[in-house]
């Protein structure tokens, strides 16, 4: 199941507005649980998923620099909001809006993360396409991976700065 090996389909595939993915991972973000809906949506089974590290779904066109800013959040135990696009396992894509949260045990220790993923609105991803392909191609026109996904995070922060907003605010905003 190795994430390098898909290639992407270009297919599309939707679930319904009142349905949710769910997801929990560890501190390193391996995957600890998924719903029904995930396996349904990823093709992929509990035994697939269980330990894996939660890229599995990462579509290769998503830009590293919101995954950077999505971990930034969490490992800050603070919660974020942000549009993403997976792959299932044959190379098919499904956009979700992902709210992931930081998870604790009974004691109150931060033992992983929690993720509730819900249909995007259409019109928010007319905003969020392009910015993400330009953040990619960014990304993409460095041969050094860290300095293209720093390059993209300031353009990205740039962007929002320029709104006058923060990213939440911003994905609220297109929604």
């Known amino acids: 199941m190795s994430k390098y090996s898909i290639q992407p389909t270009g297919v599309e595939r939707h679930f319904s507005a009142d349905e949710f993915i769910v ?9 600890t649980y998924v719903n029904k809906l995930f396996m349904d949506i990823a093709d992929y089974t509990e035994e697939d998923c269980l330990g894996k590290p939660h890229s599995v779904i990462r579509h290769p066109d998503m830009p590293r620099a919101i ?8 490992q800050a135990k603070k919660e974020i909001f942000a549009y993403v696009v997976n ?13 992931v949260t930081p998870s604790y045990d009974a004691d109150m220790q931060h033992i992983g993360y929690h993720s509730n993923r819900r249909v995007p609105a259409p019109k928010a991803l ?3 396409r392009p910015l993400y392909q330009e953040l990619k191609s960014l990304e993409d026109s460095f041969a050094n991976r860290k300095e293209g996904m720093e390059a993209s995070l300031n ?21």
């Open 23 to 31: 997801s929990k991972t560890n501190l390193k973000g391996h995957i």
């Open 67 to 74: 995954f950077h800013m999505l971990w930034e959040a969490i």
């Open 87 to 99: 792959m299932a396992k044959n190379g098919d894509h499904y956009w979700v809006l992902a709210h």
């Open 126 to 128: 007319d905003f969020i």
């Open 155 to 175: 353009l990205l922060e740039e962007t929002l700065e320029s709104k006058g907003v923060k990213y939440d605010e911003f994905i609220f905003s297109i929604g």
